[in-house]
């Protein structure tokens, strides 16, 4: 379980080698929550982005807007790669965060 308030980077996608979004939050589950749930227009909304498939948690905010914006200027190929070290089936990891 994810504690509320944690600052984590995390990627969504709408399928297995799909579209990916990458977004940083302090609170991780309330965040899953919303891009599953339509809640929030934007990119996620429009491409149907539901499955979380990366998380990382960081100990400050600051360092999470930094990881953010390094994967946010990897190559496609980097992201995907990134994603397999720890979710290689591309399961939605929204129910070991709740």
């Known amino acids: 379980m994810i504690i509320q308030k944690q600052p984590a980077v995390y990627i969504m996608t709408n399928q297995r080698n799909g ?6 939050t302090s ?7 919303e891009h599953r749930n339509g809640l929030i227009d934007g990119f996620t909304k429009k491409y149907s982005c539901k499955i979380l ?3 990382e948690i960081h100990e400050t905010m600051e ?5 953010e914006k390094q994967i946010k200027l990897y190559t496609r190929k980097k992201k995907f790669q990134l994603i397999e070290t720890i979710n290689s089936q591309w399961l939605d990891l929204h129910s070991g965060i709740i």
């Open 53 to 55: 498939v990366f998380f």
């Open 63 to 67: 360092s999470a807007i930094v990881r």
């Open 19 to 24: 579209t990916l979004y990458t977004g940083v």
């Open 27 to 33: 609170n991780l589950v309330k965040r899953t929550y």
